[in-house]
């Protein structure tokens, strides 16, 4: 039979895992809630950015990005490229 004391440490171990898992899964809920309340305005954001810059003014930039890349590593790619790199 199991005694008085080892029944109380099970009873104990059982009652506290059972509140630690409460207490996690209020703190994940609460995690999740304020993530998902703050997405909307994430969304907002980037909606008025885009308003702001326009598509054709940041495609405009990646071509000049590019183009600035390229003239910039060109002869580097090129040096490693003779070296058969």
Partial sequence: MISILAQERLLGAALG????GIVVFEQRKRIY????DSQPQVAAKSQRREAILGESFRSEIACLWNRTV???LGPVIASLSSRRW
């Fill in 33 to 36: 809630e304020s993530i998902s």
């Fill in 70 to 72: 390229d003239q910039t």
């Fill in 17 to 20: 895992s059972a509140f630690a």
